[in-house]
RNA sequence: GCAGUUAUAGUACAGUCUGGUUAGUACUCGUGCUUGCCAAGUACGUGACCCGGGUUCAAAUCCCGGUAACUGCACCA
């Protein structure tokens, strides 16, 4: 299904929608979840810690979102994560500084350049507005992280723009008091803020978003000492170095040098597995070796996870070989000490992140589960059970002759073990498809021979079979089809 | 941020050009009847003109300004 399909499910069926929007102040960049959309994240957020965390040993934080101005002097964000912009005074149109330079009088200039350089690169060069030919204002600074000011005097902090820098900062005293070991994986789930120029497309370009990350510190010198590499070696991935995907096992993409060591081969490889549960197709996904120009400041290697969409190619997660990158920034910052014994070596540990869009993740999820039956005239969203929002829908056929009153009875007994829903009013088919466009993968229906013996039917979503079961086995088929894998 | 397009119930659309009665339709949603396992029928009901200003006797409709969404460009640690 397409953007425009799964944008109609989300409002209609309560996944998500813009926030604010009684009000016609409401900015771009903003979208909340409902109901619908909140199940979803929170099952979404349990299998990747099944599939993640707890495989592997990880251990979890969940830090401050507002965080202190050296935090983002050390990890360069102040300095880096803003983009050097000059803007048409005719026009208006803004472009960055450093591209529009190199583009027009092929004059080399880093981003981080101090910004008399622009102004005298584009005084010199008589470098104008290639829309209008306009004159430039002088060149500034745009930086994309939100200030907020603190306490009475508003002292300045800022909201983070990527959860990270708390697992970096609280990582030695986590090492200590946590018995870590190298390598260790620490994750969080949380939201992060960006000031988008641009947001777009509801979930994929957002300006406060959810973002779960795992930076894995390792020994520099260890990287392909990796004893689970056995448990993926043969998972298949698709890695893109080139103009095109190409598919391979985890033990491939590291003989060929496709992946750098071990280490990362096999954090790629348990990705895949993950999203593999996730029901999103991954004959359809890359991961996407950047270049030098489009990694992340900090990155040393980084591979794009990205999933095809009906919009096209759409990042998902972001891994990075952070090396030593924060630890000794912040090391030198704070002046405290970030080293950690590995055995019997003194090591500041390399860092490699998987950095995970959950958003887009869940829309990716919502396209690739929508399904036009066309066969029975209805949308059935088909995702994994255990990801369903709703795991039942508890349906009486009709509701006199006590047939609700039997209902409600076995919607009291299993609704704190499942996510069930409780339906009596409309014909039964509408209640049917209704249960489809939300996922839920079983529907119970109480009718006039469950009375006579205690049975009820269990109708399947996706292929809309039924079948007769006693009331006392509802709980373990239930338990069993509905279980994380 | 630039350009184009758009903005009417939960959703999708009509009406706007040419200002004028109670803003219409479909689906959805709620209640009753009926039927009794896949969006049926029937009756009743809830529910909307993006925000602000202007023009006018009168604005959903015309004008100006904002905001948001869509498409393209630019941007995307």
């Not at 306009?134 to 907020?148: E, L, P, Q, R, Y």
């Not at 912040?330 to 540990?349: G, R």
């Not at 869009?357 to 690739?368: C, P």
Request: hydrophobic fraction near 35%; aromatic fraction near 10%.
């Amino acid at each position: 299904m397409n953007y425009e399909e799964v944008m109609k499910l989300a409002l209609e069926r309560g996944f998500y929608f813009p926030s604010c929007e009684v009000y016609s102040d409401a900015n771009a960049g903003f979208w909340e979840y409902g109901p619908s959309g909140v199940g979803l994240k929170n099952k979404f957020l349990e299998l990747w810690r099944r599939e993640l965390i707890r495989r592997d040993g990880m251990m979890e934080i969940d830090g401050s979102q507002i965080m202190s101005k050296s935090v983002f002097e050390a990890s360069g964000h102040l300095g880096n994560f803003a983009d050097p912009i000059i803007k048409c005074t005719k026009c208006n149109s803004t472009f960055r500084a450093d591209r529009t330079i190199a583009e027009i009088a092929n004059i080399e200039i880093p981003e981080s350049a101090d910004l008399d350089e622009f102004d005298y690169a584009i005084k010199e060069n008589k470098i104008q507005c290639p829309k209008c030919k306009g004159d430039f204002s002088s060149t500034k600074k745009f930086n994309m992280m939100f200030k907020v000011g603190i306490g009475p005097q508003e002292e300045e902090a800022y909201l983070r723009p990527e959860t990270c820098q708390s697992i970096f900062v609280d990582f030695p005293r986590l090492f200590k008091t946590m018995r870590g070991k190298l390598p260790l994986g620490i994750a969080q789930v949380g939201k992060s803020f960006r000031n988008e120029i641009a947001p777009r497309q509801s979930l994929l370009r957002l300006r406060e978003f959810y973002q779960a990350e795992i930076e894995v510190f390792c020994n520099p010198n260890r990287l392909n000492e990796v004893e689970k590499f056995t448990e993926i070696e043969n998972t298949i991935i698709r890695v893109q170095t080139d103009a095109e995907p190409v598919t391979m096992t985890c033990k491939e993409a590291l003989e060929s040098g496709t992946v750098p060591n071990k280490f990362v081969a096999y954090y790629l490889g348990i990705l895949t597995e993950f999203y593999e549960k996730t029901g999103i197709d991954v004959t359809k996904s890359r991961f996407r070796k950047l270049g030098d120009k489009e990694k992340a400041f900090y990155a040393e290697v980084a591979f794009d996870f990205e999933v095809e969409t009906t919009i096209g190619w759409l990042e998902l997660v972001a891994c990075n070989y952070r090396s030593d990158y924060d630890l000794s920034s912040h090391a030198n910052k704070s002046k405290e000490k970030f080293e950690v014994m590995d055995n019997d070596e003194k090591v500041l540990p390399h860092v490699f992140e998987i950095s995970m869009g959950i958003d887009r993740s869940l829309y990716t999820i919502l396209e690739h589960s929508l399904k036009n039956d066309e066969e029975h005239e209805r949308m059935v969203l088909s995702l994994k059970p255990y990801l369903s929002p709703v795991h039942v829908g508890i349906l009486s056929l009709v509701k006199k002759d006590g047939l609700k009153e039997k209902t409600d009875e076995i919607f009291l007994n299993i609704k704190r073990k499942f996510d069930a829903f409780l339906d009596h009013s409309g014909a039964i088919g509408r209640r049917y498809r209704r249960l489809d466009e939300i996922g839920a993968p079983f529907a119970i229906t109480v009718d006039h021979q469950t009375l006579e013996d205690n049975t009820v039917t269990i109708r399947k979503r996706d292929s809309m079979e039924q079948s007769r079961v006693d009331i006392s086995k509802i709980d373990s088929i239930l338990l069993e089809s509905v279980a994380f894998p």
